[in-house]
């Protein structure tokens, strides 16, 4: 059984109030304010950690950078191309894409991530304007 720590409850707590899915860079600057005392490494082994349970979603978009989502149930993200934003996509029932997948392989598809790229509304919207 892992030994409750209370910086860890206040990493996973603050997660759970974003839906940008923040960088370990924003995570620690955040925790700081309740935690002066935290270490940037403290946090990126409660991060991973917290990852490797299943608690926390990790998100490797391209960037360089892990960001993090406390929302671990099967969903998508959309990042933009230009501010390098991530943010949830709301798609219908999408689960004939895993029939398709499974069409010409003959092994097992137990999963997927598929993240959607192009430009978020600010920067199609400021996109638009400059063209």
């Known amino acids: 059984m892992l030994k409750y720590?209370?910086?860890r409850e206040a990493i996973k707590n603050f997660l759970m109030t974003r839906h940008d899915h923040p960088t370990a860079d924003v995570v620690y600057s955040n925790?700081?304010?309740e935690f002066p005392n935290i270490s940037l490494g403290t946090v990126y082994r409660n991060l991973t950690l917290l990852a490797?349970?299943?608690e926390i979603a990790r998100l490797r978009v391209g960037d360089g950078v892990d960001h993090f989502d406390a929302d671990t149930h099967p969903h998508y993200h959309?990042?933009?191309s230009e501010c390098g934003s991530v943010t949830d996509l709301k798609l219908k029932d999408i689960s004939g894409l895993l029939?398709?997948?499974a069409g010409d392989f003959d092994g097992l598809i137990q999963g997927h991530?598929?993240?959607f790229y192009g430009l978020?509304?600010?920067c199609a919207h400021r996109a638009q304007k400059t063209s």
């Open 5 to 7: 720590s209370r910086q």
């Open 31 to 33: 925790v700081r304010t």
């Open 52 to 54: 490797d349970l299943g």
């Open 78 to 80: 959309f990042v933009c």
């Open 99 to 101: 029939e398709a997948a």
């Open 113 to 115: 991530v598929t993240y």
């Open 120 to 122: 978020c509304p600010h």
